[in-house]
């Protein structure tokens, strides 16, 4: 553990946010004031909206071939390190073959503890962790990493920080209880080299979350397949004949159930087929949203449908699902409209609102060590 032997406040400290997407983790901490001055992700089409909106600059890189030196570069002489990040668990890599000489492999070749292929980029962090070494470290994922591979992958992460001093702690949350309109479990994890991390409470009480309304109820009507004239994002993808009266026949928080068979898929008539509740399904007013995912914006993809107008989800109601605010910008006004690009980055990012949890949690910990 660090000894700290000069005052502690956040404006000593510069982050750094690896796999920053469209920079819903960065913008948490922009809200609790921090500096932070680069976002790392290797999507390019994330740039437009994280520096936009950020006032960080953003750097295409590929994480299993950036290198600590480079890293350290980002911040300022004198200022201490904060490194967090939420590694996607699909492989990320501009090149075809992992960096050899990186991510050490625990066991041997042979050995099944080697990470599976898609949690790679989880050992490119802990390398750059090795090799920097920041103060604190945050890490947001899916609660899955704790038992993926017998939890192997997850217990190889922790060790490596433990191994260098960190003080570790984790928990998986869920991010309604924060403000966010959506049932979402992640899993936090926090390392310092100042002692443990203790996790805000929760900021809302139970059965008090912020609902579907009250994120989204206040926005104009649209119809599928037409953008509102005043804000391009607030656009539904069109619907078919047939997914048309589907959306009709389907009640406020109701889902293919409440069809006639009719309007049925092959799928719905297999007995395999009913245990998909949430295909085709409307959200409810008065509830949370479901987990917003890459596919947000697809009637057909989970419980995407708006609760009264007969359309899936808008990219800017997601947004806002998401706890973006509804001045954030994602329309680059120099590349062309893509709605899947626009979906696969307000559904991969965190949530603003759980974005703030992190920071607020790790300003709470820099006060508690402020000498």
């Known amino acids: 553990m660090q000894n700290v032997t000069q005052n502690l406040d956040h404006k000593n400290f510069e ?12 913008h948490g901490f922009v809200k609790e004031d921090f500096v932070v001055k680069a976002g790392i992700d290797f999507d390019k089409s994330c740039r437009f909206a994280y520096e936009e909106n950020n006032q960080a600059e953003f750097l295409h890189k590929d994480i299993t071939v950036f290198t600590g030196d480079e890293l350290v570069k980002l911040y300022s002489k004198g200022k201490r390190k904060i490194l967090v990040g939420c590694a996607p668990c699909q492989p990320f ?10 991510s050490p492999k625990a066991g041997g070749e042979d050995d099944n503890s080697v990470a599976d292929e898609k949690w790679k980029l989880l050992y490119s962090f802990a390398d750059l962790i090795d090799e920097v070494e920041p103060e604190i470290v945050s890490m947001e994922n899916v609660p899955l990493l704790v038992k993926f ?16 001093g960190y003080v570790v702690t984790w928990k998986v949350v869920n991010a309604q209880d924060y403000g966010v309109p959506q049932r979402r479990k ?15 409470p929760k900021t809302v009480r139970d059965g008090e979350y912020t609902t579907v309304k ?32 589907r959306i009709k026949a389907t009640k406020e928080g109701g889902f293919w159930r409440d069809w006639d ?17 949430s295909v085709y399904g409307r ?3 008065d509830d949370v949203a479901p987990t917003m995912t890459t596919c947000c914006n697809g009637l057909g993809n989970g419980r995407f449908g708006h609760p009264e107008q007969d359309r899936a989800i808008t990219l ?7 706890s973006f605010p509804q001045t954030y910008k994602f329309l680059d006004p120099n590349e062309k409209f893509s709605a899947p690009t626009l979906a696969r980055q307000i559904g991969n990012a965190v949530p603003v609102g759980l974005g703030v949890a992190i920071a607020k949690t790790i300003k709470n910990h820099i006060q508690e060590f402020d000498n």
């Not at 206040?218 to 005043?230: I, K």
């Open 283 to 285: 959200m409810k007013w």
């Open 15 to 26: 982050v750094v946010d690896l796999f920053c997407g469209v920079g819903g983790l960065t």
């Open 261 to 277: 068979q009719s309007l049925w898929l092959e799928c719905h008539k297999k007995e395999s087929g009913k245990a998909f509740r």
């Open 316 to 322: 800017r109601e997601a947004a806002l699902l998401q």
């Open 214 to 245: 009250d994120a989204i109820g206040h926005l104009p009507w649209v119809e599928d397949g037409v953008a509102h004239p005043d804000d391009g994002l607030h656009k539904a993808r069109k619907l078919s004949e047939i997914n048309k009266r």
């Open 149 to 164: 591979n017998g939890g192997k992958v997850f217990n190889d992460f922790v060790n490596r920080l433990k191994n260098r």
């Open 186 to 200: 992640r899993l936090l994890l926090f390392g310092s080299k100042f002692g443990a991390v203790k996790l805000v």
């Open 93 to 102: 890599s501009i090149y075809k073959n992992a960096n050899k000489n990186r």
